[in-house]
């Protein structure tokens, strides 16, 4: 029985297809050893040159750095998964912050309602900015760069830009605390929610939704996926988280600050571009974010220890970013070339 020229054309497409994937899974692979390794390099390196880099209460400081960046960079990887970007997520986190202080002392609203309000807020910004790029084809990053001023002025303004302190409270003291065994509580609700963005990125319809969408949003329309209802729903997944570490970062600061979290969302997207997940869209993982996210706070850690000037740092953040973007480029072009 011969085979007709379309059913070669589909086997083909087919074949092509596994190819891809298989290509694209080992660069997604080459990329994590590569982290795991320069993790490993840094720590070894950083414990010379730093004696006190080393100590448990250094690595629980790193781990702490860590969980403000991860808990973000969570949701904000099937954000960049998607095709999109969101920038808005450092002034969201002081506002929220100031928003529950605010709430709970000088408005009467009491901290049970405040934290409440503050979560359905958080997910109310992320659908906003969600529908505005689905609804107007907004770009996202118009979109989160309005918010990201603001959100920040809107924290100033109703501050004065001075702290909003938050009365003593239990939960609020065990947000903001440890563990037994000096494990900050912030750190375990990091890898609670990774675990479930892992679940939800790779055994959901949705995780697989967005895969797709980031991939080629017109062939997921044409699959029938709903890529307005899919936008929208990574940025409420900011928009959540933002607020969820506006609450965490009150908790710890005792207060609510409009200049809290200045610069993180640079060192969320530098996580989880160091990570390996392309700009582009259609690519990445959540365990390589979680690997960005140790990395990018080992080199701020050992930056400190070994007193390079803070601004410098920041210098540090973007060679390492336009770094990352450059490894991206070549694992691709490099995937592209073998799965021709």
């Not at 840094?42 to 702490?64: C, D, E, K, M, Y």
């Not at 924290?155 to 609020?172: H, R, Y």
């Amino acid at each position: 029985m011969t085979n007709s020229p379309e059913t070669l054309t589909t086997s083909e497409g087919r074949t092509g297809s596994r190819r891809r994937f298989r290509v694209e899974i080992g660069s997604q692979q080459i990329n994590i050893i590569g982290l795991v390794v320069g993790i490993v390099v840094l720590f070894v390196v950083l414990s010379i040159l730093a004696p006190n880099f080393g100590t448990p209460r250094n690595i629980f400081s790193i781990l702490q750095s860590a969980a403000n960046i991860g808990i973000i960079a969570w949701a904000a990887t099937l954000v960049i998964v998607a095709g999109e970007i969101d920038i808005s997520v450092g002034p969201a986190v002081a506002f929220w912050s100031v928003m529950l202080a605010e709430m709970a002392g000088p408005w009467g609203f009491g901290l049970p309602l405040a934290i409440v309000l503050t979560l359905v807020g958080g997910i109310g910004i992320g659908a906003f900015a969600g529908w505005l790029r689905a609804r107007f084809g907004v770009p996202s990053f118009v979109v989160t760069l309005g918010l990201w001023l603001a959100l920040r002025g809107q924290a100033q303004f109703i501050t004065n830009a001075l702290p909003v302190p938050i009365d003593e409270s239990p939960f609020m003291d065990f947000l903001g605390g440890t563990l037994p065994g000096g494990i900050p509580v912030n750190v375990v609700l990091m890898f609670v929610l990774f675990f479930i963005y892992v679940f939800i990125a790779r055994r959901t319809g949705f995780g697989r939704s967005v895969y797709a969408v980031g991939g080629n949003a017109k062939a997921a329309v044409l699959s029938g996926i709903k890529v307005a209802r899919v936008r929208v729903l990574v940025f409420v997944g900011t928009g959540l988280l933002a607020a969820v570490v506006g609450i965490v970062t009150a908790a710890r600061l005792s207060s609510g600050n409009a200049a809290a979290a200045t610069g993180l969302e640079f060192d969320v997207i530098a996580a989880i571009v160091v990570g390996g997940t392309s700009l582009s869209g259609g690519r990445g993982s959540m365990l390589g974010t979680l690997l960005g996210v140790i990395f990018i706070a080992v080199i701020g850690n050992g930056l400190i220890l070994l007193g390079v000037n803070p601004f410098f740092q920041n210098v540090v953040s973007g060679v390492i970013i336009v770094g990352a973007v450059l490894v991206n480029l070549a694992l691709a072009r490099r995937g592209s070339a073998e799965a021709v």
